[in-house]
Protein backbone atom coordinates (compact mmCIF):
# COMPACT_ATOMS: atom_id res chain seq x y z
CA UNK A 1 0.00 0.00 0.00
CA UNK A 2 1.17 3.51 -0.38
CA UNK A 3 -0.32 6.74 1.68
CA UNK A 4 -0.80 10.06 0.19
CA UNK A 5 -0.48 13.31 1.34
CA UNK A 6 -1.34 16.63 -0.98
CA UNK A 7 -0.16 19.99 -0.14
CA UNK A 8 -0.11 23.32 -2.04
CA UNK A 9 -3.17 24.32 -2.63
CA UNK A 10 -4.64 27.87 -1.47
CA UNK A 11 -5.93 30.73 -3.06
CA UNK A 12 -4.59 32.90 -5.97
CA UNK A 13 -5.65 35.13 -8.16
CA UNK A 14 -6.67 34.30 -11.78
CA UNK A 15 -3.59 34.63 -14.02
CA UNK A 16 -1.13 33.28 -10.71
CA UNK A 17 0.35 30.11 -10.20
CA UNK A 18 0.84 26.83 -7.05
CA UNK A 19 2.39 24.02 -7.29
CA UNK A 20 0.88 20.75 -5.75
CA UNK A 21 2.75 17.88 -4.15
CA UNK A 22 1.96 14.88 -3.35
CA UNK A 23 4.49 12.65 -0.61
CA UNK A 24 3.66 9.46 -0.83
CA UNK A 25 4.91 6.37 2.18
CA UNK A 26 4.97 2.83 2.17
CA UNK A 27 5.71 1.14 -0.39
CA UNK A 28 8.34 2.01 -3.43
CA UNK A 29 6.82 5.14 -4.64
CA UNK A 30 8.59 4.28 -8.52
CA UNK A 31 6.62 1.17 -8.17
CA UNK A 32 3.34 3.58 -8.90
CA UNK A 33 1.78 5.43 -12.10
CA UNK A 34 0.52 8.75 -10.39
CA UNK A 35 -2.58 10.86 -11.08
CA UNK A 36 -4.22 14.06 -10.36
CA UNK A 37 -7.48 14.73 -10.28
CA UNK A 38 -9.88 17.62 -9.24
CA UNK A 39 -13.53 18.08 -7.85
CA UNK A 40 -15.14 20.98 -8.18
CA UNK A 41 -18.64 21.71 -6.18
CA UNK A 42 -21.50 19.97 -6.89
CA UNK A 43 -19.38 18.42 -10.07
CA UNK A 44 -17.77 14.73 -10.50
CA UNK A 45 -14.43 14.23 -10.51
CA UNK A 46 -12.05 14.96 -12.85
CA UNK A 47 -8.94 13.55 -14.72
CA UNK A 48 -5.86 16.57 -15.00
CA UNK A 49 -3.21 14.89 -15.21
CA UNK A 50 -0.95 11.58 -15.04
CA UNK A 51 2.52 10.21 -14.58
CA UNK A 52 4.28 7.08 -15.53
CA UNK A 53 6.51 5.58 -12.77
CA UNK A 54 9.46 7.00 -13.50
CA UNK A 55 8.12 10.31 -15.38
CA UNK A 56 9.04 9.44 -19.06
CA UNK A 57 5.12 9.56 -20.20
CA UNK A 58 2.84 12.26 -19.13
CA UNK A 59 -0.95 12.84 -19.75
CA UNK A 60 -3.08 15.66 -19.43
CA UNK A 61 -6.85 16.88 -19.91
CA UNK A 62 -6.97 19.34 -22.98
CA UNK A 63 -8.36 22.00 -20.30
CA UNK A 64 -4.81 21.64 -18.50
CA UNK A 65 -2.36 20.90 -21.36
CA UNK A 66 0.08 23.91 -21.74
CA UNK A 67 -0.79 25.23 -18.70
CA UNK A 68 -0.17 22.41 -16.11
CA UNK A 69 2.73 19.95 -15.98
CA UNK A 70 3.02 17.05 -14.03
CA UNK A 71 6.18 15.75 -12.06
CA UNK A 72 7.82 13.11 -10.22
CA UNK A 73 10.96 12.60 -7.83
CA UNK A 74 11.34 9.49 -6.73
CA UNK A 75 13.90 9.92 -4.40
CA UNK A 76 11.46 12.44 -2.54
CA UNK A 77 8.39 10.03 -3.05
CA UNK A 78 6.82 12.96 -3.93
CA UNK A 79 4.76 14.30 -6.98
CA UNK A 80 4.05 17.87 -8.63
CA UNK A 81 1.06 19.69 -10.16
CA UNK A 82 2.78 22.79 -11.59
CA UNK A 83 -0.07 25.44 -12.33
CA UNK A 84 0.16 28.28 -14.36
CA UNK A 85 -2.20 30.70 -15.71
CA UNK A 86 -4.80 29.95 -13.71
CA UNK A 87 -8.52 30.48 -14.22
CA UNK A 88 -11.77 30.65 -12.24
CA UNK A 89 -12.68 27.09 -13.92
CA UNK A 90 -9.53 25.65 -12.29
CA UNK A 91 -11.09 25.87 -8.42
CA UNK A 92 -11.32 22.67 -7.30
CA UNK A 93 -10.43 20.44 -4.57
CA UNK A 94 -7.06 18.60 -6.05
CA UNK A 95 -6.12 15.20 -5.27
CA UNK A 96 -3.11 12.62 -6.19
CA UNK A 97 -3.91 9.22 -6.69
CA UNK A 98 -1.85 6.02 -7.48
CA UNK A 99 -2.30 2.81 -9.24
CA UNK A 100 0.03 -0.35 -10.32
CA UNK A 101 -1.02 -1.31 -13.93
CA UNK A 102 -0.38 1.73 -15.81
CA UNK A 103 -1.38 5.00 -16.56
CA UNK A 104 -4.91 5.56 -16.96
CA UNK A 105 -7.22 9.05 -17.05
CA UNK A 106 -10.01 6.91 -14.85
CA UNK A 107 -10.57 7.81 -11.62
CA UNK A 108 -12.28 4.60 -10.60
CA UNK A 109 -8.85 2.42 -11.86
CA UNK A 110 -6.89 4.00 -8.75
CA UNK A 111 -6.74 2.52 -5.47
CA UNK A 112 -5.16 5.02 -3.63
CA UNK A 113 -5.58 8.40 -2.83
CA UNK A 114 -5.07 11.35 -0.44
CA UNK A 115 -7.60 13.45 1.23
CA UNK A 116 -7.04 16.85 -1.33
CA UNK A 117 -6.16 19.92 -0.98
CA UNK A 118 -8.27 22.99 -2.12
CA UNK A 119 -7.07 25.42 -4.90
CA UNK A 120 -9.34 28.67 -5.28
CA UNK A 121 -8.76 30.62 -7.92
CA UNK A 122 -10.38 34.48 -7.96
CA UNK A 123 -11.22 36.18 -10.68
Known amino acids: QVQLVESGGGLVQAGGSLRLSCAGS????????MGWFRQAPGKERDFVAA????????YYDESVKGRFTISRDNAKNTVYLQMNSLKAEDTAVYYC????????????????WGPGTQVTVSS
Open 97 to 112: AARTSGPSTRDRDYAY
Open 26 to 33: GRTFSGYY
Open 51 to 58: ISRYGSST
